[in-house]
Structure formats: structure tokens, C-alpha cells
């Protein structure tokens, strides 16, 4: 099992079918549109959690300034969930990328996640038609 840098990868296939479990309705040319879109952002930094080849989850992170990073994405495979994946990459991302603050806005599916991970969870009410958001924050150092 192995962390890598995918930021020049994301129009990978493999790395694509882990992103979409992380998207609302994914199609082909939605994944595609991000991929471009992340790749072209300087302040984007992307790695995968692999396993003998096998992209098992992935993390997309924003840098918003100074030591602040916001997921904008992170995803693990449907064989992989529940395993750590998602944790280590948060883990593996913060070290990697030295933040002292990394945020995560999310809904009802994934709160629990971030909860159990040591997030500080506030809700931001209903920012679309019958969905909750919560804003997730994680203090670090």
C-alpha cells in the first residue's frame, strides 16, 4: 500500500471511477470537467491511496492560504470503505502539505466520517432544497 501524487494523473480512468463516488450524479464529461479544472489550479494538490496498482481512495485538496486546505474532494472505492483508506489520506495529506487547518463542507451521508475523525462539525442548514450542509474543520498543531 503506497500514497502518490496523482495531480498529473487525474484524467485516469481508475482514478476517475474512485472521484465519482465523491460526486453528485457523475457522468463522463462531469469527471472530465474536474479533472481539467484540478489539474489547471495551481492551489490543488491530489494523491491516491494505492494497492498493487489498484487506486483504492482518493483526496483533492484546495490550498486556501497559508496553512489552510479545504478538501474539495475524497472518495474511496466501494471494495475499500471502512478500511482507513479515507483516513490515512487525510493524514498522509496534512503532513505532506503541513496544514495546520484543513476543512470540508459535506452532507448527512459523510458528516459521521469527519465526526468520528476529529472534524469540529457545524451545520450550515439547508443550502440546497431538502439538503443539510455541514462545514467540517480540523485543527492540527
Given at each position: 500500500m503506497n500514497i502518490v501524487d496523482i495531480k498529473g494523473?487525474?484524467?485516469?480512468?481508475?482514478?476517475?471511477s474512485v472521484i465519482s463516488h465523491s460526486q453528485y450524479m457523475p457522468t463522463k464529461e462531469k469527471l472530465n470537467q474536474l479533472a481539467d479544472k484540478y489539474e489547471s489550479d495551481s492551489t490543488i494538490s491530489a494523491f491516491a491511496y494505492e494497492d498493487n496498482?489498484?487506486?483504492?481512495?482518493?483526496?483533492?485538496?484546495?490550498?486556501?492560504?497559508?496553512?489552510?486546505?479545504?478538501?474539495?474532494?475524497?472518495?474511496?472505492?466501494?471494495?475499500?470503505?471502512?478500511?482507513?483508506?479515507?483516513?490515512?489520506?487525510?493524514?498522509?495529506?496534512?503532513?505532506i502539505l503541513q496544514c495546520s487547518v484543513i476543512k470540508a463542507e459535506t452532507d448527512d451521508d459523510a458528516v459521521?466520517?469527519?465526526?468520528?475523525?476529529?472534524?469540529f462539525i457545524e451545520s450550515l442548514g439547508e443550502?440546497?432544497?431538502?439538503?443539510?450542509?455541514?462545514?467540517?474543520?480540523?485543527k492540527l498543531l
Open positions: 494523473n487525474l484524467h485516469d480512468e481508475l482514478i476517475l496498482g489498484f487506486i483504492c481512495g482518493t483526496i483533492i485538496l484546495k490550498h486556501i492560504g497559508g496553512e489552510v486546505f479545504e478538501i474539495v474532494s475524497i472518495a474511496a472505492d466501494t471494495d475499500h470503505r471502512n478500511q482507513g483508506v479515507a483516513s490515512k489520506l487525510i493524514s498522509f495529506a496534512a503532513n459521521d466520517f469527519y465526526r468520528k475523525y476529529g472534524f443550502k440546497y432544497p431538502g439538503i443539510v450542509r455541514y462545514l467540517c474543520t480540523l
